[in-house]
């Protein structure tokens, strides 16, 4: 198949605001893909990367590397070709523009297919050790020399992973459906238990609905969290549990999923990525201690400070971004991690399983120790007990405490009432920067207020519910601005349009009803907390939530 017609794919997709016209065109373009090994490639593709998020490799190419390839592609300069991206503003821009300018391509050109594409660019992926930023540089140098100018101002987007075709998970989802007549609700189920489009789509076209519904969890995909709504205190979740529930300390960490195969351990993070080789001694931890051959559990990562003492998130955060010198985080930053559920245990699939059994074969599986442990748990009817272990909770410096139903089964990617959360404050959000405005004074020429939005996943948009400018440090916002510059769509005077990437947590005084947005709702003095790095745009806080956080914010304060 040739690269061109995706090319074309991303030129109507660009030209479109309207969903549906972006989903009847990804669901054409699905249907003209003939070969099924290639439908396991092309849903990334269109989603702007080349492998899943939870694919360890990645390509490893800057601005830099890019431009000097295209360079070498067409006999122009890399200085040329830097004051034309200062030009245009647009890195893609100027290297279609780059292409155009270029002479005559050679006499042994071959049109680009989409297969010759994935293939090199997973060579530039695997590439590594001496030289290989030379041979990176060689397979794109001739990628770019047989790309049409726009053939190469879209594979530039792919690479530096800067696609704004507006084409969300939601989006891909119906699209699959409408291409392959097969039910929404299995293509949702088929993703949300292994996270691989490739394979969903795949599977899709040559099985149907059949072949949907009985995919499975599988050991190596990472399957998506089941994740927990609010509870206003022990007594009403005790109430929704339907009188008796199983209380857990609500650890503050970083969640991981981990998949043992044998000898083989890899670890996914909140957004499925992997960061296995981040954390070599909980891999080696987890051999030990799994007494299963296969198995697939999920846990909090907590930083262990002084006496035993959780450490704030963020710390995890920074193992997981360590590349080198990683046994010298080991000892700065030792990680224990607190076990709470279990999805897959040699050759069974639990997420079917009540709860209650899940947590006795979890207990069963897990050799104890000091470093990896069951979570924290008590099994109760009685709300004073459980008031009790709510208050040694957070004595000891946890977050607060979980409930679960007893009942319940595993719901992948789900934000239900059978996980429920008790914690002190109100909820923060973790909420998206839409835009941002340059500041003034002692702050001119770095972004100072943010413009934030919460995820619609219906539309697969984000709607703006407030803005931030205050919490933030002069570093935070040198920082910020670094980081939020390449993402700039759009300058209208001081105020500037962001690509939606960048996550946030953000704490408020109050959730108050605004017509000031569309959303309807509008944060009260919300202030800067921390970034969510674990987290991308899809895995913000959804406009639902802040509407039950709104409901239960004026349940609280009816007193009920
Ligand atoms: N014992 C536990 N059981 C389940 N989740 C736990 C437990 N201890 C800590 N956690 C963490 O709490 C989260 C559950 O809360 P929620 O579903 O709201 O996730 P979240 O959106 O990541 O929110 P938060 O920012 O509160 O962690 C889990 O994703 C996990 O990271």
Same mark, same amino acid.
Do not use: C
């Given at each position: 198949m040739l690269y061109k017609e995706l090319a074309e794919l991303y030129k109507r997709l660009e030209k479109t605001t309207l969903k549906t016209l972006k989903t009847k065109f990804v669901s054409d373009f699905l249907k003209s893909v003939t070969k099924p090994e290639l439908l396991e490639i092309v849903p990334y593709m269109i989603l702007g990367k080349v492998f899943p998020d939870w694919d360890e490799r990645e390509l490893g190419v800057g601005e830099k590397l890019l431009?000097?390839? +295209?360079?070498?592609?067409?006999?122009?300069?890399?200085? /040329?070709? =830097?004051?034309?991206i200062k030009d245009t503003g647009d890195l893609g821009e100027s290297i279609a523009l780059a292409l155009s300018k270029r002479k005559q391509k050679s006499f042994f050109s071959q049109p680009l297919t989409l297969e010759r594409v994935y293939n090199t660019l997973v060579k530039v992926a695997e590439a590594s050790g001496a030289g290989s930023q030379d041979r990176k540089l060689k397979y794109l140098a001739n990628l770019f020399m047989d790309a049409s100018p726009e053939e190469g101002k879209y594979l530039a987007r792919t690479i530096l992973g800067t696609m704004r075709t507006g084409v969300a998970e939601g989006l891909l989802r119906d699209a699959l459906a409408d291409a392959f007549k097969v039910k929404v609700e299995l293509v949702e189920r088929a993703y949300m238990l292994t996270s691989d489009f490739g394979f969903v789509a795949k599977v899709a076209k040559l099985e149907g609905n =059949?072949? *949907?519904?009985?995919? =499975?969890?599988?050991?190596?995909?990472?399957?998506?969290?089941?994740?927990?709504?609010?509870?206003?205190?022990?007594? /009403?979740a005790l109430i929704e549990m339907g009188g008796e529930a199983e209380f857990e300390i609500k650890y503050d960490g970083a969640r991981v999923q981990v998949h043992k195969d044998g000898d083989n351990v890899v670890i996914y993070s909140r957004r499925l990525e992997n960061v296995t080789k981040s954390i070599p001694e909980v891999v080696e931890r987890v051999k030990k201690t799994l007494k299963a051959r296969k198995a697939i559990v999920e846990g909090e990562l907590v930083a262990v400070g002084e006496g035993g003492r959780p450490k704030p998130f963020q710390y995890v955060l920074r193992r997981f971004r360590r590349k080198y010198n990683i046994e010298e985080m080991i000892e700065k930053i030792p990680l224990e991690l607190n076990l709470f559920d279990v999805l897959y245990v040699d050759g069974k699939n639990m997420i079917d399983v009540q709860f209650m059994e899940r947590r006795k074969v979890l207990e069963k599986i897990v050799n104890s120790n000091e470093w990896i442990k069951p979570a924290e748990n008590l099994i109760t009817k009685n709300p004073e007990e459980a008031e009790e272990f709510y208050h040694k909770a957070l004595e000891l410096g946890h977050e607060g405490l979980m409930a679960k139903r007893l009942d319940s089964v595993y719901e992948p990617g789900n934000r239900g009432k059978k996980w429920l959360k008790l914690k002190p404050t109100m909820e923060n959000l973790d909420l998206v920067i839409l835009g941002a405005e340059w500041g003034e004074g002692r702050r001119s020429g770095v972004l100072s207020?943010?413009? *934030?939005?919460?995820?619609?996943? +219906?539309?697969?948009?984000? +709607?703006?519910?407030?803005?931030?400018?205050?919490?933030?440090?002069?570093?935070?916002?040198? =920082?910020?601005?670094?980081?939020?510059?390449? *993402?700039?769509?759009?300058?209208?005077?001081?105020?500037? /349009?962001? /690509?939606?990437?960048v996550v946030i947590e953000v704490a408020y005084q109050e959730i108050q009803k605004s017509p000031k947005y569309e959303s309807g709702f509008a944060l009260r003095f919300p202030r800067y907390i921390s970034l969510r790095e674990d987290k991308g745009p899809e895995d913000a806080d959804t406009i639902q939530r802040v509407a039950e956080l709104y409901q239960f914010q004026e349940r609280m304060k009816g007193g009920k």
């Amino acid at each position: 198949m040739l690269y061109k017609e995706l090319a074309e794919l991303y030129k109507r997709l660009e030209k479109t605001t309207l969903k549906t016209l972006k989903t009847k065109f990804v669901s054409d373009f699905l249907k003209s893909v003939t070969k099924p090994e290639l439908l396991e490639i092309v849903p990334y593709m269109i989603l702007g990367k080349v492998f899943p998020d939870w694919d360890e490799r990645e390509l490893g190419v800057g601005e830099k590397l890019l431009i000097k390839a +295209v360079s070498m592609a067409t006999g122009i300069k890399s200085e /040329e070709m =830097e004051n034309s991206i200062k030009d245009t503003g647009d890195l893609g821009e100027s290297i279609a523009l780059a292409l155009s300018k270029r002479k005559q391509k050679s006499f042994f050109s071959q049109p680009l297919t989409l297969e010759r594409v994935y293939n090199t660019l997973v060579k530039v992926a695997e590439a590594s050790g001496a030289g290989s930023q030379d041979r990176k540089l060689k397979y794109l140098a001739n990628l770019f020399m047989d790309a049409s100018p726009e053939e190469g101002k879209y594979l530039a987007r792919t690479i530096l992973g800067t696609m704004r075709t507006g084409v969300a998970e939601g989006l891909l989802r119906d699209a699959l459906a409408d291409a392959f007549k097969v039910k929404v609700e299995l293509v949702e189920r088929a993703y949300m238990l292994t996270s691989d489009f490739g394979f969903v789509a795949k599977v899709a076209k040559l099985e149907g609905n =059949e072949g *949907l519904a009985k995919v =499975e969890i599988q050991v190596g995909k990472p399957i998506r969290p089941m994740l927990a709504q609010m509870a206003a205190n022990v007594r /009403e979740a005790l109430i929704e549990m339907g009188g008796e529930a199983e209380f857990e300390i609500k650890y503050d960490g970083a969640r991981v999923q981990v998949h043992k195969d044998g000898d083989n351990v890899v670890i996914y993070s909140r957004r499925l990525e992997n960061v296995t080789k981040s954390i070599p001694e909980v891999v080696e931890r987890v051999k030990k201690t799994l007494k299963a051959r296969k198995a697939i559990v999920e846990g909090e990562l907590v930083a262990v400070g002084e006496g035993g003492r959780p450490k704030p998130f963020q710390y995890v955060l920074r193992r997981f971004r360590r590349k080198y010198n990683i046994e010298e985080m080991i000892e700065k930053i030792p990680l224990e991690l607190n076990l709470f559920d279990v999805l897959y245990v040699d050759g069974k699939n639990m997420i079917d399983v009540q709860f209650m059994e899940r947590r006795k074969v979890l207990e069963k599986i897990v050799n104890s120790n000091e470093w990896i442990k069951p979570a924290e748990n008590l099994i109760t009817k009685n709300p004073e007990e459980a008031e009790e272990f709510y208050h040694k909770a957070l004595e000891l410096g946890h977050e607060g405490l979980m409930a679960k139903r007893l009942d319940s089964v595993y719901e992948p990617g789900n934000r239900g009432k059978k996980w429920l959360k008790l914690k002190p404050t109100m909820e923060n959000l973790d909420l998206v920067i839409l835009g941002a405005e340059w500041g003034e004074g002692r702050r001119s020429g770095v972004l100072s207020s943010f413009l *934030l939005g919460a995820y619609d996943p +219906v539309r697969g948009d984000f +709607v703006p519910v407030g803005k931030v400018g205050s919490g933030f440090t002069d570093e935070d916002l040198i =920082e910020f601005t670094k980081m939020l510059k390449p *993402l700039i769509k759009k300058e209208h005077g001081k105020e500037v /349009e962001l /690509e939606p990437k960048v996550v946030i947590e953000v704490a408020y005084q109050e959730i108050q009803k605004s017509p000031k947005y569309e959303s309807g709702f509008a944060l009260r003095f919300p202030r800067y907390i921390s970034l969510r790095e674990d987290k991308g745009p899809e895995d913000a806080d959804t406009i639902q939530r802040v509407a039950e956080l709104y409901q239960f914010q004026e349940r609280m304060k009816g007193g009920k």
